[in-house]
């Protein structure tokens, strides 16, 4: 009994101990209860999809700068390479964080105080999501100045100043990345706890709101510019096509002067290839920013709602549940975006479109080879010339 009451008193002497250490920090914990109905295999999957598309992507623009590294198309070619390399690291770097959390060993629990690997998984996901947005936002001001005023984009534009626009890109989503380390805003891991995130929905306070605003309110921002600067591109190229063919029908009709006939066809045939290339990259911006605002919008969106409504005040079990999910959600579809980007540049080139445009009508090439009689497409091309390049 002596020796029972003593092991007891030594029990109880630890435990007041460890009670006085708690008073100076406590550091709940919580559950990954969804990681027996999730698999780290569909996020294997993704991030080995996003790899390989982007490594395609990106041998077959460096074949097409080493060509046309003195062209007007340069500076498109040198921003979609950063796209597709952005996309690259920041498909790699937080899907192997997010591997790691599913298949780490620490337990089936972990801190809901933010450790170093959220910290740093937060600001990925924060930098890569906005760099995407910021260089397609910065490709279309590019193309809209192009197609608007030629002259004036051969003055100012070249390719050290698209150097610099880019690292300012880089360096403007850097530091909204790094705001929490600021004390604005904060990361948290977020449901099923496999991921980390800005703070949305767990006792948000006004640097919270403000940072999510912030988030949201310059990725939103970035879209809408890309769609106001396309959308003036395509008018433009639409309405200078509608004026050449009015033109020409008009020099066909009256045959008054056909010295200016064949003046005007040769200055045709010396536009044409400029033109072309200007449609093939406006229809290439237009799918970018297609796939991007599918992709973010949601989340963007969500990610305001729920930091407002939390803001505003308590949500109940049920509703915060939902809130979570959709950011879930959100995070996912958002992560396809790094995967659909180089199959837009892949897929909506000029010999591309010109073959699938072959088949559905039926007509033959220039060469009057039909789309059957190729032995290989221009994408197997381009990728076998990068590959012997390097």
């Not at 029972?4 to 209860?33: F, G, W």
């Not at 623009?61 to 597709?84: D, G, I, Q």
């Not at 936002?137 to 030629?150: N, S």
């Not at 003046?263 to 297609?290: A, P, W």
Request: with cysteine; net charge positive.
């Amino acid at each position: 009994m002596l020796s029972i009451q003593q092991y007891n008193s030594t029990v109880l002497a630890e435990d007041e101990a460890l009670v006085n250490q708690s008073h100076h920090y406590v550091a709940p914990l919580r559950c990954r209860e969804n990681l027996t109905t999730t698999s780290p295999t569909a996020a294997g999957l993704s991030m080995t999809l996003g790899i390989v598309s982007n490594i395609i992507a990106l041998a077959i623009l460096a074949n097409a700068y080493s060509r046309r590294s003195k062209t007007t198309k340069a500076t498109f070619l040198l921003f979609a390479s950063s796209l597709v390399v952005t996309d690259l690291v920041g498909h790699v770097i937080p899907g192997a964080l997010v591997l790691h959390l599913y298949l780490s060993g620490t337990g089936p629990c972990l801190p809901a105080v933010p450790d170093g690997t959220c910290q740093f998984l937060g600001g990925s996901m924060v930098f890569f999501g906005l760099c995407p947005l910021f260089l397609g936002c910065a490709m279309a001001v590019e193309r809209c100045i192009g197609v608007t005023r030629p002259l004036l984009h051969k003055r100012l534009v070249c390719t050290t100043q698209t150097k610099i626009v880019m690292v300012m890109v880089w360096l403007l989503a850097l530091s909204v990345a790094f705001l929490p380390f600021f004390r604005l805003g904060s990361y948290t891991y977020q449901y099923p706890w496999t991921w980390c995130f800005i703070n949305v929905l767990d006792e948000t306070n006004v640097t919270d709101v403000i940072f999510v605003v912030l988030f949201s309110g310059l990725g939103l921002a970035s879209l809408a510019v890309a769609l106001v600067c396309n959308t003036i591109s395509g008018v433009t190229l639409v309405a200078a096509r509608l004026r050449k063919k009015q033109k020409q029908e008009s020099i066909r009709q009256s045959k008054k002067d056909k010295q200016e006939s064949v003046r005007l066809s040769r200055k045709d045939k010396q536009n044409k290839s400029s033109k072309t290339h200007d449609i093939e990259m406006v229809v290439q911006l237009v799918g970018i920013m297609v796939t991007s605002c599918i992709c973010w919008s949601p989340l963007l969106i969500f990610g305001l709602m729920s930091v407002i409504r939390s803001s505003i005040s308590s949500m109940g079990d049920d509703l915060e549940m939902s809130y979570r999910t959709l950011l879930v959600m959100g995070v996912r579809l958002a992560s396809w975006n790094q995967i659909l980007d180089p199959w837009v540049y892949i897929l909506l080139r000029r010999a591309i479109l010109r073959k699938i445009y072959y088949l559905t009508t039926g007509r033959t090439g220039r060469k009057g080879s039909t789309f059957r009689r190729w032995e290989a497409s221009s994408f197997q091309n381009s990728v076998k010339k990068a590959i012997n390049q390097t």
